[in-house]
């Protein structure tokens, strides 16, 4: 009986260590999302839009993995240095807030086999006018990936409405 039982552990114990290998492999298993994994990536998006509207590249950077890269304007801003670099060529020394805020809805959030995905509207508005108004609109593309430090972006790529049409 106890080999029997023994024997049972061992083939459970390998086949359940052969199905986290096929996950880290990359094999198509997808893990779902819990809800605590939708709040933690629906705060990346307060820490890019609030760290972009108050000039916070600290707060904004947060958001990214080491090597994140972003496409926007048909190019890629590639790594972490690439980022902290566009975000002081956009700042230009200034800090605070730089009157605009960006608004997110419609999170259309996903698991992937590397992690997760989304694609979510986004507004912005200029509120150094009276009343508000909108400046600009898009979705953005995002590929999202669990680090040490929780959940990142990994790829974004900004899609601004009516560009190109």
């Known amino acids: 009986m106890r080999k ?3 024997l049972g552990i061992l083939v459970f114990g390998f086949f ?5 290998a096929a ?5 198509g298993s ?24 108050f ?16 496409t926007r304007d048909g190019g890629d801003i590639v790594g972490m240095a690439a980022l902290r670099a566009d975000r002081e060529k956009r700042y ?14 419609s999170f259309l959030i996903t698991a992937t086999e590397y992690g997760a995905k989304a694609r979510t509207y986004y507004v912005l508005m ?3 006018a009276r009343p508000p108004s909108m400046i600009g609109s898009g979705y953005y593309m995002d590929e999202f ?21």
């Open 126 to 128: 200029d509120v150094n």
């Open 4 to 6: 029997i039982i023994l």
């Open 92 to 105: 230009q020394g200034l800090t605070g807030d730089v009157g605009r805020r960006h608004l997110n809805s």
């Open 23 to 27: 996950q880290e492999r990359g094999d």
């Open 145 to 165: 990936k669990r680090t040490a430090d929780g959940w990142k972006i990994s790829h974004r790529t900004l899609n601004i409405d009516g560009a190109g049409q």
């Open 55 to 70: 000039r916070d590249a600290g707060l904004f950077l947060s958001a990214f993995a080491d090597d994140a890269i972003m």
């Open 30 to 53: 997808i893990i779902p999302l819990t809800g605590t994994d939708y709040g933690e990536i629906k705060a990346l998006y307060s820490r890019y839009n609030q760290g972009s509207d």
């Open 16 to 20: 359940g260590m052969l199905t986290v």
